[in-house]
């Protein structure tokens, strides 16, 4: 832990978008004093919000106390709390919201709404020192190719339909394969992947600088189904396939923007066989590849924090009756005044 | 290959282009270099397929009246298209350096090609304004067809349409509206009145498609 100056000013954020509930504590500098990730693990099946949505109300009290104990700092010496507003599954929003609100009532401090698109890319380029990447953010949720540009980050490519972790996570679970904590689908269909050696044609699709997996996820499933094939080789076709997919469209943005530095951040950042092809085309580009840590690249509450930190510097904060969730709240419709 | 003083004028994500002498003539080189990042089966087989589709393409536009550049020589051994030089400004600069009238009527002809594109069953694939050149005599050419394919289908055209109003979005974020809706006015000219409406809702359907899209399933923002 970092010794403790009089002078240090900090902030809470609570990230509560999806299947993880987590609280992190941020200096205003940018010195991360605690990130505690509790996720919810359903028994079958995928994330039904009402149920992670209990989840992340019975472990709240539970990560808060842990987080206090792990920055070594007490409530009332916070500053501000923010939240991510959205987008995300409702009822997991709200219940990070309605904690959020209390806090910052009963504390007396002010709250802000966070961006969870904008967070993921903030804490990225905190964590890596990249200045203005391109930023290919792929996790269950989103896949989403995005720069700043003009004040706001501007989605360059993405996916028309399901996002690259919800492929992997749902041809995952067809396989009959159990998540585990420690093991998160994708992790599982990496690893099988490993041992696969026969790459089995698969629907590509591209369109411009965006992305289509249900064909992809539809043709997999059927192949399984026929038993024809090895899981092993149908997990690595399955990863070529969509990876080089999601690095086609990263490279066309990057020869796009010409940015320098290239991004890779969200749940699915932690494969490395993606991890070495973006790495790849970013140094064809003589751009500077730069991955988050991976407990910076899942969904996290240090990230809200952080981000929370830039917007209230710029006196951007949310007043509890405008502290309403947006399930739908698209990165670029948010304004970035603190870049530039 | 018998041409001279190859000058790499774009490092392209799929495809180098290089100005080059080829006898006598200024000409473009498309060569699809091979990417490392995918693995060399599945490499081959897409550099082979776009390299083989983009001149049959781009010849099919030119019969609908798209201008594009005239395929000089197809080899397929060097995944290399040696096509004509065309001189001129990309839309994509123009749009932000002209005038709103002008900006305007380049739009309107912008969608009266892809409406000719469409009804002669081409989708282009890539519809960014930085594949659109003007040249000197007024003409608006059309590069790049190698994400382009050859259907009727109304899925693939709201699809081409969606891609037109992204580009529009990232980097015309000024005059997105604007433009797009000049688009679809030409586009109105050479597509009769019905399927316009058809390709309107197929396109706000797609939109709906979409990651975190306020107007999905009618939730408010």
């Given at each position: 832990m970092m010794e403790?100056?009089?002078?240090?000013?900090?902030?809470?954020?609570?990230?509560?978008?999806?299947?993880?509930?987590?609280?992190g504590i941020s200096t205003f500098k940018g010195e991360i004093l605690a990130n505690i990730i509790n996720a919810y693990t359903p028994e079958e099946g995928g994330i039904h919000p009402r149920?992670?949505?209990?989840?992340?109300?019975?472990?709240?009290?539970?990560?808060?106390?842990?987080?206090?104990?792990?920055?070594?700092?007490?409530?009332?010496e916070l500053a501000a709390i923010s939240f991510a507003q959205g987008p995300g599954l409702g009822p997991c929003l709200r219940t990070g919201a309605t904690i959020a609100r209390a806090l910052a009532s009963y504390l007396k401090i002010p709250l802000v709404g966070v961006n969870h698109c904008v967070a993921h890319i903030e804490v990225g380029k905190l964590q890596t020192g990249a200045k203005d990447p391109i930023t290919l953010y792929v996790s269950g949720g989103n896949t989403i190719v995005a720069a700043f540009d003009s004040g706001r980050y501007r989605v360059f490519g993405e996916t028309l339909d399901i996002a690259l972790g919800n492929c992997l996570d749902v041809f995952a679970r067809e396989a009959g394969l159990r998540q585990k904590a420690d093991m998160p689908f994708g992790a599982m269909v990496e690893k099988l992947a490993l041992k696969g050696k026969m790459l089995i044609a698969l629907p590509y699709t591209v369109k411009g600088m965006d992305t289509s997996?249900?064909?992809?996820?539809?043709?997999?499933?059927?192949?399984?189904?026929?038993?024809?094939?090895?899981?092993?080789?149908?997990?690595?076709?399955?990863?070529?396939?969509?990876?080089?997919?999601?690095?086609?469209?990263?490279?066309?943005?990057?020869?796009?923007?010409?940015?320098?530095?290239?991004?890779?951040?969200?749940?699915?950042?932690?494969?490395?066989r993606l991890q070495s092809m973006i790495k790849g085309i970013a140094e064809e580009h003589g751009a500077r590849f730069c991955t988050v840590p991976s407990q910076f690249a899942i969904d996290n509450?240090?990230?809200?924090?952080?981000?929370?930190?830039?917007a209230y510097e710029q006196g951007m904060v949310t007043p509890i009756d405008k502290s309403f969730v947006k399930l739908r709240w698209r990165l670029e419709e948010v304004e970035i005044p603190w870049i530039r | 290959m018998d041409t001279l003083n190859q000058?790499?004028?774009?490092?392209?994500?799929?495809?180098?282009?290089?100005?080059?002498?080829?006898?006598?003539?200024?000409?473009?080189?498309k060569r699809r270099l091979p990417k490392k990042y995918r693995p060399s089966k599945m490499d081959e087989q897409i550099r082979t397929y776009r390299t083989i589709h983009e001149p049959q393409l781009m010849h099919e536009a030119k019969k609908?009246?798209?201008?594009?550049?005239?395929?000089?020589?197809?080899?397929?051994?060097?995944?290399?298209?040696?096509?004509?030089?065309v001189e001129g400004k990309q839309v994509k600069q123009l749009l932000s350096e002209v005038t709103e009238n002008k900006r305007r009527s380049l739009c309107v002809k912008i969608g009266e090609l892809i409406g000719k594109l469409h009804e002669n069953g081409i989708i282009h694939g890539d519809l960014t304004t930085s594949n659109m050149i003007l040249d000197s005599e007024g003409k608006i050419f059309f590069i790049d067809f190698g994400l382009g394919e050859k259907t009727r289908e109304l899925e693939y055209r709201g699809v081409d349409l969606h891609l037109m109003k992204r580009a529009l979005q990232s980097t015309h974020f000024r005059f997105t509206e604007e433009c797009f809706e000049a688009v679809i006015d030409g586009y109105s000219k050479v597509v009769d009145v019905e399927n316009v409406k058809n390709i309107l809702n197929k396109i706000k359907e797609i939109e709906r498609r979409g990651r975190y899209v306020a107007e999905r399933k009618g939730e408010r923002k």
């Open positions: 403790k100056k009089a002078s240090d000013r900090y902030c809470l954020g609570i990230e509560s978008t999806a299947d993880d509930f987590s609280v149920e992670a949505a209990r989840h992340h109300a019975e472990v709240a009290s539970k990560v808060l106390e842990e987080s206090f104990i792990k920055a070594g700092i007490k409530p009332n997996f249900s064909g992809l996820l539809t043709a997999t499933v059927n192949l399984l189904k026929k038993g024809k094939f090895k899981l092993e080789d149908l997990c690595f076709s399955l990863q070529e396939t969509a990876f080089s997919m999601v690095t086609e469209v990263t490279e066309r943005a990057l020869a796009h923007t010409e940015k320098k530095e290239v991004l890779l951040t969200g749940g699915v950042a932690a494969n490395k509450g240090a990230m809200i924090a952080w981000t929370g930190i830039l | 000058l790499l004028i774009k490092k392209g994500a799929e495809a180098n282009l290089y100005l080059a002498d080829w006898h006598n003539r200024k000409v473009i080189m609908a009246g798209v201008p594009t550049p005239t395929i000089f020589l197809v080899d397929l051994a060097n995944t290399t298209i040696i096509m004509e030089f």
